[in-house]
Nanobody, 121 residues
């Protein structure tokens, strides 16, 4: 079992920036991928970004390419999501995920509790 704790959410005006952090603990030895999903009010949860520890491969959903950057911390237990040029459509609860395989699907076995991001127009 891997425990994930997110931080860094908040309220920001359109065009602003936020940086989300996710710290993993527990059985992280089998974790090779970490990422982020989000869910806006009244909408389905969607993939945002993910990164592979071993290969350094990153995936982004098209709507955030060029604005969001996912990165790893020095230790193999932290992932960041730098969000720039935020739009009201980026509003939602952001969930950190972790698993053995990099994927855009909701197949990650480990999920955080989520952190709220609100972008005002």
């Amino acid at each position: 079992q891997v425990q994930l704790v997110e931080s860094g959410g908040g309220l920001v005006q359109a065009g602003g920036s936020l940086r989300l952090s996710c710290a993993a603990s527990g059985r992280t030895s089998s974790t090779d991928a970490m990422g982020w999903f989000r869910q806006a009010p009244g909408k389905e949860r969607e993939f945002v970004a993910a990164i592979s520890w071993s290969a350094g491969v990153v995936y982004y959903v098209d709507s955030v390419k060029g604005r969001f950057t996912i990165s790893r911390g020095n230790a193999k237990n932290t992932v960041y999501l730098q969000m720039n040029s935020l739009k009201p459509d980026d509003t939602g609860v952001y969930y950190c995920v972790a698993g053995a395989t990099l994927t855009r699907d909701e197949e990650y076995p480990n999920w955080g509790q989520g952190t709220q991001v609100t972008v005002s127009s």
